[in-house]
């Protein structure tokens, strides 16, 4: 508590005769609790903003970082095509380089509408609804088929800021996984057991799952939890986010 008044209570016409010094101790108890209630809520929101604050700074760095690398990539590719002008070759990069510039702006629009989604979330949605909405997003932007499985209680265990993170992590998940290159079909499994919360995004790409988690890893971490990546036999490749504290 800070010493700030908060209100007033207000007692008069006690039943029974005059007011007590007990009476006095009880309502300065219950004065008190309706301070620190009060206090807590107060704090709570003040550490909420705070949070979204940093997670759009964080979200900014890794749009700059992404974009900047593929955009880099894109120049030397040009570069390499205008040496080979005339030869068949050279129409091949030049629209391969066309289609990297439309990825990119894409995955800058998508990441704008998530801060954007993520604001305007009501407290009486539903995170499943929300978590659908995002894949199918995706899935329709890339033309893929893309699965959906949930289990436990999601909507009733899973507070609003822990939601905000799953949802930021399930778009920048199916993000890296529907731009494989090569990926036909992805499946995405949000789960809460006695651990916590999961997030599961499994491709079928024949590549080599070489991605940066670096951003997923830390928004886990704020949560008590973790970020992993592996090959699936047979291939493909699952990336896992699972967190303790679902609040």
Do not use: C
């Amino acid at each position: 508590m800070t010493g700030q008044p908060f209100g007033n209570l207000y007692l008069t016409d006690k039943r029974g005769g005059p007011f007590t010094e007990d009476d006095e101790s009880i309502v300065s108890s219950l004065a008190l609790a309706a301070g620190l209630a009060i206090d807590k809520a107060r704090i709570h929101d003040r550490l909420r903003q705070l949070t979204l604050s940093e997670e759009r700074e964080r979200i900014a760095r890794d749009l700059h970082d992404t974009t900047i690398r593929r955009l880099f990539a894109v120049g030397l590719s040009l570069q390499a095509a205008r040496r080979i002008l005339g030869q068949p070759e050279a129409g091949e990069r030049v629209q391969a380089a066309i289609d990297e510039l439309d990825g990119t702006i894409r995955q800058i629009r998508s990441t704008v509408f998530a801060v954007a989604r993520s604001d305007r979330r009501l407290a009486s949605g539903s995170l499943r609804a929300e978590v659908l909405h995002v894949v199918e997003e995706l899935a329709e932007e890339r033309g893929l088929d893309v699965r959906v499985d949930f289990e436990g209680p999601i909507d009733d265990a899973v507070g609003r800021h822990a939601a905000e993170h799953l949802i930021m992590s399930v778009r920048q998940a199916v993000i890296i996984a529907v731009h494989r290159e090569g990926v036909r079909s992805v499946e995405v499994d949000v789960r809460v057991d006695d651990n916590g919360l999961v997030l599961e995004v499994v491709d079928d790409a024949p590549s080599l799952p070489v991605v940066d988690v670096a951003s997923l890893a830390e928004r886990a971490r704020l949560l008590g939890g973790d970020s992993s990546v592996e090959a699936v036999d047979g291939g493909g490749m699952r990336l896992r986010w699972r967190v303790a504290r679902l609040q």
